[in-house]
């Protein structure tokens, strides 16, 4: 479901690392960690995915990194060796809503484009009856579909079609910002809740949290990959 979105840039706006020397885990089994917690948390309509990003140009190394999506908020979640030193990260998300005059001229004209086709197959007065009728069932289907969690993220990824949805019919409420909070607030302290575990283990005592203020402007040009 997420492929729709590939290549599509996103806003990072919020990156901090931790730092550990002469420290090695499993990343495999940190990732499971974070997963199973969460889903014992029972956070609402998440998605949770691992996907492959290059450490560098095109033949370079891959790393592996823990993608946590709701709506449009997204988390990238690394856990990776530096030398004999370790390091976890986490970056949070926006993937933009756009929309461009290009993308609503393109929008006429595909109405524009059906109607004449309308026209062609059933003649102008019954044609025009039936583009009415074929435009007022998306609109009423748009209007629906936030009640059902499949059908809305569905809508909230088609490219053109997703912007017009969230700014006619997914209304912004009071209920949307909190639980956003929530989750946003929920995915940090797992995260570091599954850090301060695993390294206890092995015997480190306290983290450093450093926030990656420097890295940001340039981490605004970050692209989905999956």
Known sequence: MFGIWRRRKVLVQEHWYVPLLDF????????????KELQERRVPDLEISRIVFAEG????????Y?????????????????????????RGSVIPRTLHLWELALVIGAIGSLLLLYWWNFGFFIGNIA??????AICILMYFAKRSHGLDDAFLQIPILGALYEIFFRRETYFRED???????????????QMEEFTRVAGVKSLELKE??????????????K
Do not use: N
Not at 24 to 35: G, L, M, P, Q
Not at 131 to 136: E, L, P
Not at 179 to 193: E, N, P, Q
Not at 212 to 225: D, I, M, N, Q, S
């Open 66 to 90: 823990l993608r946590l999506r709701r709506e449009r908020l997204v988390f990238d979640i690394c856990s990776a060796p530096f030398g004999t030193s370790w390091f976890f990260s986490l």
């Open 24 to 35: 090695r885990i499993s990343t495999k089994d940190f990732y499971a960690a974070v997963e």
């Open 212 to 225: 990656c203020y420097a890295c940001r402007p340039k981490e605004r040009v970050g692209e989905l990959t």
């Open 131 to 136: 583009a009415t009728a074929s435009v007022f």
């Open 57 to 64: 140009g095109f033949l370079s190394a891959q790393r592996q």
């Open 179 to 193: 639980t956003r909070l929530m989750y946003l607030d929920i995915v940090g302290r797992v995260v570091k809740h």
